[in-house]
């Protein structure tokens, strides 16, 4: 499915040579994280910005020397000089907005996760096929050099055949917010789709099942355990793929500080990898032969390789493999962990 949908965009969108991107949503994602990668790649720049805050839409637009701004996404959409968005809001609102692009005829690149509920995802998935536009989602550790390490010493088979894949992250709490303090987004399931599992797992979970495959079968126990907050701060879960490997994961994000951890282990017959999803400490790879490391710095923009991938597919001389196909899988397992059905 996902090869030949990619085929299908390339065709259609192969004469796009330059890419006019309008961003809807210019939060602290699209800052350093993104934004400035969309005017480093060829063919590509960012022409307008969105946010319903008109100081925020004017200030984001000056600071970046983008030429417009606007405080309606439709008007962005529906601009000529945009044939393309990005859509760098909160899950919540990212079908709604990946829709109404699609709809116009324009390309999307969306924010993980593709949306705050799989069924949302379904739509979105459904309307890049009704439509035949492209939609792509910033599963950037696809592409970050980190991670393409990562791929090649398993696609080298020095670990033989992989038997077990376990993921653990664990964090200290960054605020108390038993007091009532507001919430941030990433903490109110009705913006976000649950807590910060719903944040920070979608990245491990496509990572993984770009590695191994579909995963078909996914189970999980959530709760909240530190109480500073109404959505769960502790999720374990246990997973399988389709090629029959098993894994497991457990987060917990109210630990001490000398409890975090962030590593995944994938134990093969002949050794064992050990790498970050997020602090991108040295990747250790251990054989009979010994312990070998591997330290790979980040670029400045992390988005910047998958951003380029995405442009290159839209001009018809490249690919790009996080789709929302690919994406709306990612949503199938949160939500099978979490009990949402």
Known sequence: MRSACVSFFSSIFANMKQINWGFVGCGDVTEKKSGPAFNEVEGSKIVAVMSRSENKARSYAERHHVPKWYTDAQQLIDDPDVNAV?????????????????????????????????????????????????????????????????????????????VSVQLRLTKSLEADYSDGRPLPWRLQPEIAGGGLFYDLAPHQIDLLQEMFGVITEASGICSNRGGYYRVEDSVTACFMFENGLPGSGTWCFVVNPSAEEDNIEIIGEEGSLHFSSFSFEPIRLVTQEGTSTYDIPCPPHVQAPTIKAVVEALQGVGDCSSTCVSATSVNWVLDRILGKF
């Not at 990005?86 to 924010?111: F, N």
């Not at 390490?149 to 020095?158: E, R």
């Open 86 to 162: 990005y859509v760098a809001t909160p899950p919540s609102s990212h079908a709604t907005y990946a829709i109404m692009a699609m709809r116009a005829g324009k390309p999307v690149y969306v924010e993980k996760p593709l949306a705050a509920t799989y069924d949302d995802c379904v739509r979105v998935k459904r309307i890049s096929e009704e439509t035949g536009v492209p939609c792509y989602v910033a599963y950037y550790r696809r592409y970050l050099p980190y991670f393409q390490k990562v791929k090649a010493i398993l696609k080298s088979g020095v670990l033989g055949k992989i």
